[in-house]
């Protein structure tokens, strides 16, 4: 019996010790801003503030899901603590980001203490806001991870890559896009439309796929309704239409000539368009590593949209603090968490030895 009750309390006392090193999860709101903490069993004092990428107005937050924590463990298994703000507000909301990234990050502080490294990074649009975080927060980030995003002008890229896309496919396949302004609350693109018109004109739907650097027709209809949605969203963000195509001139197509003469133009709002400008408008201006990644075939965000940054950071005279690197797969952030990890592992040698990670390609 003695033994027994010994072998009993030995299990016990193992379980509630596994317990104790298991990670400790901490979710609530700050500001209206649901919030998740993961701190690891052994932490070593190291921080990462993730940003999320664009999500639909109404879409639930995804803390919860499989790929999430495959994503957090790259950073909870080198025992860095990992905070994640869902944002106050969704679609184009890099404003809100940088300023509940910070609310959280604060928080962390007050409870944890100041962490000895502190990592900002983040996928797609949650690349832009990290940075814009870590050019406005220098001396509170050590190095930042800015993954598969658009980190060019916004307002620039949106107009080539969202705008223009929408006007001229409105041009080349009529009645399926309509007008790009003044959308309707709700309103989305029918992307059963957009593929009985690429169905119908094969050659011309293959020459406009190739225009903008899309592996296949069959992409369009999932693309263009996306873009639509940014649209329509900034549109109610910004209180009206932030871009103007009227001193476009448009190459590339099958007849450029009468595509010119067709294609509707459209003139931007002021207020909009410096809404857009501010959120974001990179600047170079950074004091610590930052090394991107980013896919050999992305159908949202091409490549030459990351590379851009370098010559933010040449005009900045800060370019010995960024590296592109990239990873050969097809797809938007299709990283695996082996690759990113890679990437981190090297930032973090940037970072602490100030070995400076070569360009090329993460395996």
């Known amino acids: 019996m003695k033994k027994s009750l010994t072998t009993l309390f030995l299990v016990c006392f193992a379980a509630a010790a596994a317990f104790a090193q298991e990670n400790k999860v901490e979710t609530g709101s700050i500001n209206g801003a649901a919030f998740r903490i993961e701190m690891p069993a052994t932490w070593n004092k190291g921080l990462v503030m993730y940003c999320h990428g664009y999500q639909v107005t109404g879409t639930p937050n995804n803390f919860e899901n499989q790929r999430a924590q495959s994503l957090r463990n790259v950073f909870l298994s080198r025992g860095f603590a990992v905070a994640e703000s869902a944002y106050s507000t969704q679609g184009w909301a890099v404003k809100e980001a940088v300023e509940d990234t910070e609310a959280l990050r604060r928080y962390v502080v007050s409870k944890h203490g100041k962490p000895s490294e502190t990592i900002v990074l983040g996928h797609s649009m949650g690349g832009a806001i990290t940075i814009a975080t870590i050019e406005k927060y220098p001396e509170i980030y050590d190095g930042a991870l800015p993954m598969c995003g658009p980190l060019n002008v916004t307002l620039n890229g949106f107009q080539e890559r969202i705008f223009d896309m929408l006007v001229t496919f409105d041009y080349l396949f009529p009645n399926v896009v309509g007008s790009v302004v003044n959308l309707p609350q709700g309103a989305k693109l029918d992307q059963a439309k957009v593929k009985a018109a690429v169905d119908a004109a094969p050659e011309k739907a293959a020459m406009f796929a190739k225009r903008y650097s899309l592996s296949s027709t069959a992409e369009l209809p999932g693309v263009l309704a996306f873009w639509y949605e940014i649209v329509r969203e900034l549109q109610v963000r910004t209180g009206g239409n932030p871009f103007d195509n009227r001193n476009t001139i448009y190459d590339g197509f099958d007849d450029d ?102 360009a090329g390609e993460i395996k």
């Open 257 to 358: 000539v009468a595509l010119n003469r067709g294609v509707k133009r459209y003139a931007a709002d002021a207020k909009a368009r410096e809404y857009l400008r501010q959120h974001y408008s990179p600047t170079g201006k950074i004091a610590d590593p930052v090394l991107t990644i980013h896919t050999t075939y992305d159908q949202l965000i091409p490549g030459r949209y990351v590379s851009q940054y370098d010559e933010f950071a040449r005009v900045a005279g800060t370019q010995d603090l960024f590296v592109a690197k990239f990873v050969v797969a097809k797809g938007h952030c299709n990283f695996t968490p082996a690759q990113t990890g890679a990437a981190f592992d090297e930032l973090l040698n940037w970072v602490r030895e100030k070995k400076r990670p070569a």
